[in-house]
């Protein structure tokens, strides 16, 4: 039997892998939601705005003979054994196993508990923020990485008042660096989003509901509904104890393995790169689908090193950033493409004199071009 831990973009892939690819054996996938596999990528945009319905991000699951056990975490794992710990306190024996469980929002030290504070990472957490955010006047989102900036844009868009605090002195900075960073905060900026810059968030105010954040140089925002938007950290609490390297998520070779006989894929999964020659953990959605296809392949003795060009966007407004291969701090950005000032360029980032990634802004089929630059000589 095979077990997939987690019902995720990466764990439904894994599936449909190990089907599509001549595993007829018993098949059972564990998700700790209710909810069948869904898209994540539209909770911070058409989901939040109320563009899209629910329905419209679950995820095809056309796959025979699989044993849903939804509602149901893992609690423990024993790779000798080869057996699951799950919270209905049962175990659950297997013969080979994908870990896709994904992350989980990174939290502050303080203030998580009142209401009108939000993290958003699942459906019901997005339907919860939308139902805040429709009567919100002012809203605070902490941290202006991908998914605060593109809440950002929504609640904007949907005529609140809007306040992005981040230390760090540009969004999206450790995504792709202070360049590109500058960009965004200027789009921010041209909407009427206010940026708080190189500051941090010290508390909040309120007893029972928000009604403030406090900022490091006494600064106190009002906001009526605040989203905590700091990150992630991989979801390997559970996997305490079971003789799993989890230096950053759930250490793998480069053929996805973790021990014997078990592979993880999706945001959880870290692996050494054939290419790149380090150990990567990728967030993003194509990741997902690419790496559970790749564990799944393993598993049954088909595996290959795993050496894809990281693939990544983000809609804001009416831009959309699409990023292809990696951005190392340092980095220098090149405009190959377009230009800066009429809104549609590409550009390429620059180490050690060879091309390391590809982003684009409003200009999809340059980019795309660009991408075979990626490892040459700049």
């Given at each position: ?7 995720s973009?990466?764990?439904?892939t894994a599936?449909q ?8 054996g018993p098949?059972t996938v564990i ?5 069948m596999?869904y898209?994540?990528p539209?909770?911070s945009?058409?989901?939040l705005s ?8 679950a995820l095809?699951?056309?796959?025979e ?5 939804l509602g ?7 790779v000798?054994g080869r ?5 209905t306190?049962d175990?659950?024996?297997y013969d080979?196993?994908?870990i896709?469980t994904?992350?989980t929002?990174?939290?502050l030290?303080?203030g998580q508990?009142?209401?009108g504070?939000?993290t958003l990472?699942t459906l019901?957490?997005a ?18 990485g ?10 904007s868009g949907?005529?609140a008042d ?10 999206m ?5 202070p360049w590109l960073g500058?960009?965004v905060?200027?789009?921010?900026a ?5 940026l708080?810059?190189g500051?941090?968030?010290t508390g909040?105010?309120?007893?029972q509901?928000?009604?403030g ?5 006494g600064?106190?925002l009002p ?5 905590v938007?700091i990150g992630?950290?991989p979801?390997t ?5 079971s003789g799993?390297?989890?230096t ?6 480069s053929?996805?393995r ?5 592979v993880?894929?999706?945001?959880v999964a ?5 290419v790149h020659g380090?150990?990567i953990?990728?967030?993003?959605r194509?990741?997902?689908t690419?790496q559970?296809m790749?564990a ?7 595996g290959?090193p ?5 693939y990544f966007w983000?809609d804001?407004y009416d ?8 951005f ?9 493409a ?17 091309v390391?990634?590809v ?5 999809p089929?340059?980019?795309r071009?660009?991408?075979?630059r990626?490892?040459e000589?700049?």
């Amino acid at each position: 039997m095979i077990a997939v831990v987690g019902a995720s973009a990466a764990g439904l892939t894994a599936a449909q892998t190990l089907r599509r690819e001549g595993y007829d054996g018993p098949l059972t996938v564990i998700g700790d939601e209710d909810l069948m596999p869904y898209d994540r990528p539209p909770l911070s945009k058409q989901i939040l705005s109320g563009d899209w319905e629910p329905s419209k991000i679950a995820l095809p699951c056309a796959v025979e003979d699989i044993e849903w056990r939804l509602g149901v975490r893992a609690t423990g794992l024993d790779v000798g054994g080869r057996r699951l710990a799950l919270s209905t306190g049962d175990d659950l024996a297997y013969d080979k196993l994908v870990i896709a469980t994904g992350v989980t929002p990174r939290r502050l030290p303080f203030g998580q508990e009142l209401a009108g504070v939000h993290t958003l990472r699942t459906l019901a957490d997005a339907l919860a923020f939308k139902e805040e955010l429709a009567a919100a006047g002012s809203v605070v989102i902490v941290g202006a990485g991908f998914m605060g900036s593109e809440v950002a844009a929504v609640a904007s868009g949907l005529g609140a008042d809007v306040t992005v605090v981040d230390p760090l002195t540009a969004p999206m900075i450790r995504q792709f660096g202070p360049w590109l960073g500058g960009l965004v905060a200027k789009l921010h900026a041209d909407h009427g989003v206010r940026l708080r810059l190189g500051v941090g968030v010290t508390g909040f105010v309120g007893t029972q509901r928000v009604r403030g954040v406090s900022l490091a140089d006494g600064t106190v925002l009002p906001a009526d509904v605040v989203l905590v938007a700091i990150g992630s950290v991989p979801n390997t609490s559970w996997l305490a104890g079971s003789g799993l390297s989890l230096t950053d998520g759930v250490d793998c070779d480069s053929l996805c393995r973790a021990a014997p006989n078990v592979v993880a894929a999706g945001d959880v999964a870290s692996w050494t790169h054939p290419v790149h020659g380090r150990r990567i953990r990728v967030e993003h959605r194509m990741n997902a689908t690419e790496q559970g296809m790749a564990a799944a392949r393993t598993l049954l003795g088909k595996g290959e090193p795993y050496a894809p060009i990281p693939y990544f966007w983000t809609d804001q407004y009416d831009v959309k950033i699409q990023a292809y291969g990696t951005f190392p701090e340092g980095a220098t950005p090149c405009v190959a493409a377009g230009d800066v000032g009429a809104g549609r360029f590409a550009a390429v980032h620059v180490e050690d004199g060879r091309v390391t990634g590809v982003v684009g802004w409003n200009l999809p089929r340059d980019t795309r071009q660009l991408r075979a630059r990626i490892g040459e000589p700049a």
